[in-house]
């Protein structure tokens, strides 16, 4: 009966509990077993939050039976460890900020809470969500429930791992290169990265300010497009905010992709490293799509090679700034016992950032040095600006594009930890998307050697109701829906 | 000594008169308040938090911007300036690098036209406070953010000015121009106006700049013309005995009365600009512009240069009466509504500018009226005002209760000066060996005695009956 509840989407649930056969608190209470049950060896959650999920549950509750409930009510949440929630250790997977609590909650999440939703604990991600692994959390690996010795992708690894194994019926996450649509692609579910705008960013932990968004994780089309629906719109207190109405993502996006155009870039189709298996399942989502009654379409994306190179400038240049504030002298790990504060600061930042967080301050810094500033920062913001316009031409010849979500399926743990480059290639298909600001998704589109492949649908700016209505297309079509993984032992697999 | 040229560029902050904070909502701290009690999430720097922009810092701004003569360009942004300091919460404060809210303007200071480059926004910081009496001798320091995200515009003038008293002047007319406009209130007691000369000399009668000075921590205009005349005085020494100038930073030490190297520009920091992501670049409306723009009062100099030419001040009357926007309107409605131009500037300079208290503008055309047409002596007008100013009667109520009149007959005050005479042998010996001031000492006496006397006629009297 638990593990029933805990493969639900939204609509499931919700049913459920207005008819009054569950309560929010039976809902929780499934969740909670099953995570104690999985994430031993799973590892999405960080930390859990029983004083939270205890009074939401019970007002919730309260409310259903009131008849007075949000859209969410009652509704398990896993919440990404860099968006900060009033009171809870928010901790951006970094030791540096170990034993911070937030005195404010941001306002995607209260948006969320105010629709109801029930915070289940917060999900481990890349730290400072730098990586495509969640290798980089600075307290331990996530691992993928469908192959336990594999990567959930990154950084949003633990959200997108929660929901992949019943222990959450939706996960938040933030995608700044790929950081959503690629951990919902490696494991099974559904991602969406809004565009940039769309969400306010207040209260999220910055990695790269002007490509960071927050965005939902489900187990279907329908339960991603209400989630984001629900905390997107204007917030004063994040001046990138857009004012458009947030009830717009939904618009007619049951429709059908009867008569749309779907561009497919040739940079994305044959990108270097893409696996055999992954091309197949794509090919074979094109083919359903087009039964569907969408028109295939070849466009080009012509300065998709640039644009590793120029993110690789512009986030790190931005995090080299972001942060700076983590200097041990007001929150966080602070290494007071030092000779003067320029040593409390190195030792409080050598010690509290790792690897990979030191290499890109570092990067960055370097970058926005005075004398190398007009050649990599300046040269990479007008990089960006060819790329915005590369997809301003596709989307002359196409209502939305469609590639993979990341060349590969899950990889193994540790097989990409030694060489960074590789691992920056994981976000070559989903980084345009968010140096052009525009919104995309992953859906569960088939396996690969046993593993789950996504489908990727980039949209216009402002165009989610395009993408929500491709991807749901796809989904009502394909009937691939999103599983939920029993982690075990790691399956044996054929030899290709 | 003369060969010498004195080259003087003026850095300016001036803290906009606002309610909140820059990018906050939290109310502007007063000095002296406890530490830490207007801080929010946001000016505290924590993770997540992000700035939204004060609407009224700009209006300030740009008010001030076009009060200077500044063009605005259509554009305009803020960036990032990255260091890292305890007082600064965030590791980079948001400032305006390469795309400033105005720029080239224009301020005239006693018929001097000194450029200014730039008028940007950009917030405060916090400030330390060390245990210990200085610095380098701290145990501990503590860090108070009650002024971190304060806005601030900084005005930067171009390298015009050629003496420390042009740039007390400038810095003295820049503050009325503020006033006038209601930007700020400009008090440099209280941090509100912060003045920073960039201090140079050169051969009289070359181009080339020398190198420059910054000089920091000056509180006063004093200490501003101080802490210059200090700086030309060592730079001229250096370059006269063989050294060289260094480009750094000096702070004014006010009480040794000397300037002391606190950074040198050789190891600058490089502070990688680069713009401000969480805030979009503005575009500000023009008609909005130009609405600030037509509801600008006139300024200072323009007012001041009218009142000499149209009411026959002396240029002194003028500066006093039109640096307080208060009593230069005080002065033009009481003369609108009769009060004589002259006397009233001059009452305006000597009884209400020291004291600050104004009165009714009718009131006082009322009160100038009386005392130009001798009904009334000096000594009672300022009672009357006085009195008027406390109790909102008017002056010729107060006149007529107190039984004010100004008597010029000398029968009438021949009795009161004999008596004086009388009782002050000494003054009276004093004035008869020669001493002529003793002679004041006997009027004082007698103004006392009879407020109503006109002075004139009582002086005379005096004179006669000592004789």
Known sequence: MTDDLTSLTIQDATRLLRLGSISSADLVTAHVERIERVDPRVKAYLRLTQDLWETQADEADRKIRRGDAGPLAGIPIAIKDVLCVRGVETTAGSQILRGFRPPYTGTAVSRLFEAGAVMLGVTNCDEFAMGSSTENSGYFPTHNPWDLERVPGGSSGGSAAAVASGEAIIALGTDTGGSIRQPAALCGVVGMKPTYGRVSRYGLIAFASSLDQIGPFARSVDDAALTLSLMAGYDPLDSTSSDRAAMEVLNNYGAGVKGMRLGVPREYYDVAGIEPGVKAAIDAALFILQKQGAEIVDVSLPHTDYGLAAYYIIAPAECSSNLARFDGVRYGLSEVDAPNITAEYSRTRRKGFGTEVRRRVMLGTYALSSGYYDAYYLKAQKVRTLIKRDFDAAFEKCDAVVSATSPTVAFPIGSKTQDPLSMYLCDVLTLGGNLAGLPGISVPCGTSDGLPVGLQVLGPQWGENVVFRVARAYEEASEMKAGVATPGPSPRRGEG | ?467
């Open chain 2, 1 to 467: 000594m003369a060969d010498w040229e004195t080259v003087i560029g003026m850095e300016v902050h001036v803290q906009p008169k606002t309610r909140s904070k820059m990018f906050c909502g939290c109310s502007v701290a007063d000095v002296n308040e406890p530490p830490n009690t207007h801080v929010c999430e946001i000016c505290l720097g924590l993770p997540g938090t992000l700035p939204a922009i004060n609407r009224a810092a700009v209006e300030a701004c740009i008010k001030t911007a076009l009060a200077l003569r500044c063009e605005i360009p259509r554009h305009t942004k803020f960036d990032r300036k990255n260091y890292m300091y305890p007082d600064l919460p965030k590791g980079y404060q948001i400032s305006q690098y390469d795309l400033p809210m105005s720029v080239n303007g224009l301020l005239e200071v006693d018929g001097r036209k000194v450029r200014i480059r730039r008028v940007h926004l950009e917030e405060d910081t916090g400030k330390l406070v060390h245990a210990g009496d200085k610095l380098h001798k701290a145990w501990e320091s503590y860090v108070d953010l009650n002024r971190a995200g304060v806005p601030l515009m900084e005005i930067v003038s171009e390298p015009d000015l050629r003496s420390a008293d042009e740039a007390r002047d400038y810095a003295i007319e820049l503050r009325t121009v503020l006033r006038a406009i209601g930007a700020s209130e400009a008090d440099m007691e209280k941090g509100q106006l912060r003045a920073e000369p960039n201090v140079s000399i050169r051969r009289a009668g070359t181009d080339a700049l020398g190198v420059k000075t910054e000089l920091k921590n000056i509180n006063s205009f004093r200490a501003l013309h101080r802490a210059i005349l200090y700086e030309v005085d060592r730079q001229q020494k250096l370059l006269e005995t063989g050294g060289t100038v260094v480009q750094e930073t000096r702070g004014w030490s006010e009480d040794e009365e000397r300037t002391f190297s606190q950074r040198s520009k050789e190891f600058a920091e490089d502070y990688r600009y680069f713009p401000e992501p969480d805030l979009p670049p503005l575009e500000l409306d023009r008609a909005w512009i130009e609405g600030l723009r037509a509801a600008l009062p006139e300024l200072p100099a323009i007012r001041r240069a009218r009142l000499v030419s149209q009411h026959g001040l002396t240029a002194g009357q003028a500066a006093i009466i039109s640096a307080d926007r208060d009593l230069a309107d005080l002065y033009e409605t009481a003369v609108m509504q009769g009060a004589p131009p002259l006397p009233t500037a001059n009452w305006i300079v000597n009884e209400v500018a020291p004291t600050g208290k104004l009165l009714d503008p009718a009131y006082l055309a009322e009160l100038m009226t009386m005392l130009q047409a001798k009904d009334i002596t000096r000594d009672q007008a300022r009672e009357a005002y006085f009195e008027s100013v406390e109790t909102g009667r008017t002056p010729a109520e107060i006149v007529a209760e107190h039984g004010y009149r100004q008597v010029s007959d000398e029968s009438e005050l021949r009795v009161i000066a004999e008596a004086v005479i009388d009782a002050n042998p000494k003054a009276v010996a004093d004035y008869r060996n020669g001493k002529t001031q003793a002679l004041n000492a006997l009027l004082n006496e007698l103004r006392k005695k009879a407020p109503q006397a006109n002075p004139k006629v009582a002086r005379e009297l005096l004179l006669k009956l000592l004789s």
